[in-house]
Nanobody
């Protein structure tokens, strides 16, 4: 059974940085996308970033790629999301998700497994 566990969220001030972690277990993820999505109150879920386990190829939402960085540690089966210069509009629940690395990497409905989410709150 695939399990994804996010951590690292919290309350920060605008301009601060946070690093989220997603620990994955339950299978070999070598041919999988790992992605971060977020959902703010009253808004739809949106794609943040994705990475392939095997080659480390990355993709980002255009509006976030200058401030956010996705990475992975294969030995630890963990994916990270480094978020810099946080803004109040980054406030959301952040989820990691995984799927086989075919098709779209940014469509949430294609992802099979999701973590429980971690809250990020950015104050002004």
């Amino acid at each position: 059974q695939v399990q994804l566990v996010e951590s690292g969220g919290g309350l920060v001030q605008a301009g601060d940085s946070l690093r989220l972690s997603c620990a994955a277990s339950g299978r070999t993820f070598s041919r999988y996308y790992m992605a971060w999505f977020r959902q703010a109150p009253g808004k739809e879920r949106e794609f943040v970033a994705a990475i392939t386990w095997s080659g480390g190829s990355t993709n980002y939402a255009d509006s976030l790629k200058e401030r956010f960085t996705i990475s992975r540690d294969n030995a630890k089966n963990t994916v990270y999301l480094q978020m810099n210069n946080l803004k109040t509009e980054d406030t959301a629940v952040y989820y990691c998700a995984t799927k086989v690395a075919v098709g779209s990497f940014s469509e949430g409905y294609e992802y099979d497994y999701w973590g429980q989410g971690t809250q990020v709150t950015v104050s002004s």
